[in-house]
């Protein structure tokens, strides 16, 4: 078992984050056997521990989300539609969500709820797909905004890959 200290996403910079490779083009086919199979884990691990039934307004309108995290649990976000129905999630370190609500920054946000949580794997996935690495991206940057707003202290090294909110930082400092 990794003994990882726990950080908030504010407090990684975007290198430690993107650590791993690409992934190859030759994975597709094993990358959609291994969606399929999480799906599948997914729907039977959300009715095994009543997700449904804890979930809670979640950053985009119209979604929901229960969480299954702590130092003994594999470490689970479930993402619920407005109907009550899987939508996506994080299990395992693989973020799933379905296609039709891709696109609306739901993948940031999960990215940014599971590692704060500290769940479980969400950045020791082996390889990284080009969503993927979009969404790592988008996640940090936004983090580190939310962070910067409320007047949280920003690692200057987390702070070097984003010159224009160093400026800001500059400008607030008395």
């Known amino acids: 078992m990794s003994r990882h200290k726990h950080r908030d996403l504010h407090e990684?910079?975007?290198?430690?984050?993107?650590?791993?490779p690409d992934a190859p083009r030759s994975a597709s086919e094993s990358w959609e056997r291994r969606v399929r199979?999480?799906?599948?884990?997914?729907?039977s691990f959300v009715d095994r521990h009543g997700l449904r039934e804890k979930a809670?307004?979640?950053?985009?309108?119209?979604?929901?989300?229960?969480?299954?995290?702590?130092?003994n649990t594999l470490g689970v976000l479930a993402l619920f539609d407005g109907e009550?129905?899987?939508?996506?999630g994080i299990m395992g370190g693989t973020i799933y969500l379905y296609e039709p609500h891709r696109g609306k920054g739901i993948g940031t946000e999960m990215m940014i709820i599971a590692f704060n949580?500290?769940?479980?794997?969400?950045?020791?996935?082996?390889?990284?797909?080009?969503?993927?690495?979009?969404?790592?991206?988008?996640?940090?940057?936004?983090?580190?905004?939310?962070?910067?707003?409320?007047?949280?202290?920003?690692?200057?090294?987390?702070?070097?890959?984003?010159?224009e909110m160093q400026a800001g930082v500059a400008a607030a400092a008395p």
């Open 12 to 20: 990684v910079t975007l290198a430690e984050l993107m650590r791993q």
């Open 37 to 43: 199979d999480g799906w599948v884990e997914m729907e």
């Open 56 to 71: 809670r307004p979640f950053p985009v309108e119209g979604y929901a989300c229960a969480c299954d995290a702590g130092p």
């Open 84 to 88: 009550g129905k899987i939508a996506g």
């Open 117 to 163: 949580l500290g769940i479980k794997r969400v950045n020791d996935c082996v390889i990284l797909s080009t969503e993927g690495r979009r969404t790592r991206r988008s996640a940090h940057r936004k983090a580190v905004e939310r962070a910067l707003a409320a007047g949280i202290e920003v690692d200057a090294r987390v702070l070097a890959d984003y010159p």
